[in-house]
């Protein structure tokens, strides 16, 4: 294979790898907003208690004990002062002694009674406002695994498209990722190498940078130091630049449709992004067809 030919193989193949590890990054969030939604769905309403009854049984029964002792001393007075006038004074005394006790009773369990209405009234309250960020929250969750679906698929047709390029067997197994495909396309580009095989080649001197820390071959590792591999590594840099770019892009216009309750078909980020992954997997499936070098 000549080495315009390679370099435009690995270009193909490092524009999916670069799609595939934004999906993966997008999809992942996703992921965990559904399960914020889900959380705040699945949030159980608070139990309502019933009206306190006003227990006229112990009113009266209090009220009761009340007049029994009033009786008795009224008994022990009137048998010790027979005048008439004293009895009348008594029995009027006996009356008013009644309601005054009886009132702060019937006044202790109305409070009682207030009170749990009051408490029945905040927790319905309450409840109604569960109730509302269930029914949010599940739209938003609707819109949210509309759009998973949608890039689920193309993740799936991304990677049985790569899985063709690499079945070429053209790259050994070892060096199939984002990262050894950058720096074998920079290698070829900057002319530092002319093939992948050989003393001279970029297998050989991406093991040799490795080996001596020139360079970072874990893409974990890299996205935690992204701007110092900047001169090193250029290639890689710069798709995972633009890929950190498209995450945050298309995870921030998902939110915002989300949070604004709108249809994903409307709008215009989502819906250029899913066409550009769409584009780059049907570019490079007819390149594919149409390359009379790779034997697929």
Same mark, same amino acid.
Request: with cysteine; aromatic share 10%; net charge neutral.
């Given at each position: 294979m000549e080495t315009y030919q390679l370099k435009e193989y690995?270009?193909? $193949?490092?524009?999916?790898?670069?799609?595939?590890?934004?999906?993966?990054?997008? @999809?992942?969030?996703?992921?965990?907003?559904?399960?914020?939604?889900? #959380?705040?769905? !699945?949030?159980?309403?608070y139990p309502i208690d019933s009206v306190y009854p006003i227990n006229m049984v112990k009113i009266l029964e209090q #009220?009761?004990?009340?007049?029994?002792?009033?009786?008795?001393?009224?008994? @022990?007075?009137?048998?010790?002062?027979?005048?008439?006038?004293i009895l009348i004074a008594f029995m009027i005394s006996l009356i008013l002694s009644l309601c005054v006790g009886f009132y702060p009773l019937f006044r202790d369990e109305n409070r009682k009674k207030n009170e749990s209405l009051e408490r029945i009234r905040q927790t319905e309250t309450k409840n109604i406002e569960i109730r509302k960020k269930a029914e949010t929250a599940e739209r938003r969750s609707d819109i949210y695994q509309k759009e998973l679906l949608v890039l689920t698929n193309n993740y799936k047709a991304i990677e049985d498209t790569l899985s063709k390029l690499y079945d070429t067997n053209i790259i050994y197994f070892?060096?199939?990722?984002?990262?050894?495909?950058?720096?074998?396309?920079?290698?070829?580009?900057?002319?530092?190498?002319?093939?992948?095989e050989g003393p001279d080649g970029a297998y050989n001197l991406y093991e040799n940078e490795l080996l001596h820390h020139i360079i970072i071959g874990k893409l974990d590792e890299i996205k935690q130091v992204l701007e110092d591999i900047r001169n090193i590594q250029y290639t890689t840099y710069q798709m995972i630049k633009e890929g950190n770019k498209n995450i945050l892009n298309l995870s921030t216009a998902v939110t915002h449709a989300a949070i604004q309750?709108?249809? $994903?078909?409307?709008? %215009?980020?989502?819906?250029?992004? !899913?066409?550009?992954?769409?584009?780059?997997?049907?570019?490079?499936?007819? #390149?594919?067809? %149409?390359?009379?070098?790779?034997?697929?």
């Open positions: 690995l270009g193909k $193949i490092m524009k999916l790898e670069t799609k595939k590890y934004e999906l993966d990054n997008i @999809i992942n969030r996703l992921k965990e907003k559904v399960e914020i939604e889900k #959380w705040i769905i !699945n949030q159980k309403c #009220w009761f004990m009340l007049l029994v002792l009033i009786l008795f001393a009224c008994i @022990i007075v009137i048998t010790m002062i027979m005048e008439k006038s070892k060096y199939r990722g984002l990262v050894p495909v950058s720096m074998f396309y920079e290698y070829l580009e900057s002319g530092r190498c002319l093939q992948l309750l709108q249809d $994903i078909s409307n709008s %215009t980020d989502i819906i250029q992004y !899913n066409t550009s992954l769409v584009a780059a997997n049907t570019e490079t499936i007819k #390149w594919i067809e %149409t390359c009379n070098y790779l034997n697929v």
